[in-house]
């Protein structure tokens, strides 16, 4: 009788080991993948793409065409600028001089705050020379188009690029500014001045 009573309780006491070994694995099992979509990471998009996309919707509008279609049908005069391909601060300065264009650490005399916003568009690009109008009474105006122009790609930049990374955003707005940049050089600045047609009025035989 005791022994039964020991195996009894040796066959009792194995199956609680079972059973907690079994409760021990049973812990460890993986948990199912989560199926909030808010957790599901953004679709690989490439830089190159991005760009290409934000400039078809600039399309008219952006800087390049508005110096192609608006400045350089015009009479213009050549300006060297050399502003860095580099990214570099761009600040419009009031002086006792008069208005100064900050490009780094050099420093531009501008005849009006006109020009110094004219020109404040291309030193953010990297140009080196570029064309001015001659007509000082449109450069206001032109100056605000570019401006707008300059706003609406850094908006789209952010737009197309939300919920990604900043190297990626950064990436796309470089190549922006890389290519308007390359547009603007292979257009060229005009003549270094002004070309006027001239008539030479020829006086009667007599």
Known sequence: MKKQGSRGAGE???KGRRGDT???RSNTNPQPPTTDPSAQKAPLVKAEDIAAEIKRQLSDSSIEAIYRDRILRERTR???LRAP???ARVEILHTLLGIELKIGNRRLLCPDLATARYLSVFARLGCDRVAV???ITQISMIADDLESAWHRLALLVEHFTAGRSERLRSIVHRRLIADARARIDELGAGAKF???DQKTRQRPRQ
């Open 12 to 14: 009792q006491g194995s």
């Open 78 to 80: 050549q300006y060297q």
């Open 85 to 87: 391909a580099r990214a």
């Open 133 to 135: 109008p001659y007509d």
């Open 22 to 24: 079994g409760t021990r």
């Open 194 to 196: 002004p070309q006027f």
